[in-house]
């Protein structure tokens, strides 16, 4: 199911799959992209000084396999950020997204994030710094509808205007505010409500952007609706991560002209070779299948797989042998039910 050829970021962001923090590695993304060429697929968030001042080599590796691909980055210093762009320019990403939306403690702390939502003057600086320093990966932006007390009817078009005259024509929206005062992060995941109705309107009022929806999408008949509303295009999270088979299996069928669904056994099969040299370079079973314990959500047997998976996957000896118990429990969940 590995796509041979990198697509076009803007054409497979029709849907994405949100990047999360701890959760979207490249073992995550390559299990993913096993059940869809096509969406768009983003990495963690990494920050401007990690890739300047770190181990770019590390914090930026991904396969080829795994295009179409984004790049997220935080960070509020254009110069820095344009410096991280020039780096990560050079690993072959689709797109780099800023991060404006992201509301943990150590993002305000650091000046970026959903806090950047109040200064979108500082947000048109970063990204026109980082489009001249591209030579090829589209700039992007995820943002929030606004933060704290801000009214989102008033403040998001003042954004949206402010940062895309700085040369952005893609926009991914999380439609919730963030509270970056009163709510933890994953609160504010949850409590905020989201207001679908006004990203509908920002696309109506700036209709030559590019704007994508997020936040509590969890099928894709909820993102076809989305779609059919207007809107260029949908970003799925936790559902995807959680439930791959069900909400990304059919996604090339339904929205990129694919010809079938993909179950969750294809998908794991096309793990093996990917697992295999993962284990022969010294790497360890858990690092890839704890982002596979999801992959039979709600069928017979995916309690076995999911217990399997995570009582063995970390032993030293796991191996595919170990896949091979926890696929047992899908193939024959009534005779190792007990």
Known sequence: MISEEKSNSCGSSR??????????????????????????????????????????????????????????????????????????????????????????????????????????????????????????????????????????????????????????????????????????????????????????RMKQAFPGLHLSINGGITDLDQAAAHLASGLDGVMIGRAAYHEPARVLGDADRRFFGGA???SAETAVEAMRPYIADHLARGGKLAQITRHMLGAFAGRPGARGWRRVLSEEGHRPEAGLGTLDRALAHIADPHRLAG
């Open 260 to 262: 079938e669904t993909v």
């Open 15 to 200: 849907l994405s799959v949100a990047p999360m923090m701890d959760w979207t590695d490249r073992h995550c993304r390559m299990f993913h992209r096993q059940f869809t060429q096509h969406a768009l697929l983003y990495t963690e968030m990494v920050t401007a000084p990690a890739v300047v001042r770190g181990d770019a080599g590390r914090l930026l590796e991904h396969a080829e396999a795994e295009h179409p691909l984004a790049l997220q980055l935080g960070g509020s210093d254009p110069v820095e950020l344009a410096e991280a762009v020039r780096i990560a320019c050079g690993h072959g990403f689709d797109e780099i997204n800023l991060n404006v939306g992201c509301p943990s403690d150590r993002v305000q702390s650091g000046c970026f994030g959903a806090v950047l939502m109040e200064q979108p003057a500082l947000v048109a600086r970063c990204v026109a710094a980082m489009i001249a320093a591209s030579d090829g990966p589209e700039i992007t932006v995820k943002c929030r509808i606004g933060v704290d007390d801000q009214q989102p009817e008033e403040m998001l078009p003042g954004f949206l205007r402010t940062v895309s005259e700085a040369g952005v024509r893609r926009f991914t929206i999380h439609a919730r505010k963030a509270w970056l005062q009163g709510l933890s992060p994953k609160e504010n995941r949850d409590i905020p409500p989201l207001d679908y109705p006004l990203v509908v």
